[in-house]
């Protein structure tokens, strides 16, 4: 998406909610009964005519409508709904220990690397996921000091209201 005044690659944060399209009850175009107050319409895309829905709240045309938590119908951008996938290995700890499953090594972060492959390309996708193996390795490291700062923080505080509370002087 590109804005006027930034860079081409760059576009806003999408704010979705935290339900995702996987869990909502779905409505199609081919669905035999549609509920109340969905229209079905027939669209030309190509050389094709396909049915499609309208959607009560943009009145755009879609294939699928979706009633998240039973609430009224609408399309998937009405809702902000997402798809689970571009959710799913946003934890570092977790992409970390995908990334090592991918290449056939230990559990655990520091852990030794199985050898490089022989093979050109099992070679070059041996390179790339270790490339973003280090990358979300130091990102869980960071997110670990992070953490253990915090549980200092709280534990000086804790400290600190119980001296105060035996000295009230």
Not at 94 to 120: E, F, M, V
Request: proline share 8%; glycine share 8%.
């Amino acid at each position: 998406m590109f804005h006027f005044g930034h860079p081409a690659k760059w576009s806003p944060k999408r704010q979705c909610s935290e339900v995702v399209v996987e869990d909502c009850a779905r409505i199609t175009a081919k669905d035999a009964v549609l509920p109340d107050g969905v229209e079905r319409v027939i669209l030309r895309v190509g050389a094709i005519w396909q049915p499609h829905l309208r959607c009560p709240r943009c009145g755009s045309a879609r294939l699928a409508l979706f009633a998240p938590q039973a609430s009224e119908i609408a399309c998937r951008r009405c809702h902000r709904l997402d798809y689970r996938s571009r959710h799913e290995h946003r934890d570092p700890v977790t992409k970390a220990a995908w990334l090592r499953q991918q290449l056939g090594a230990p559990a655990g972060i520091g852990a030794p690397l199985p050898p490089r492959p022989a093979n050109r390309r099992e070679a070059a996708r041996y390179d790339a996921l270790v490339v973003e193996l280090m990358r979300a390795e130091s990102l869980a490291l960071k997110a670990v000091k992070h953490m253990v700062g915090g549980v200092q923080r709280y534990v000086g505080s804790q400290e600190r209201q119980r001296a105060g509370a035996r000295n009230p002087g």
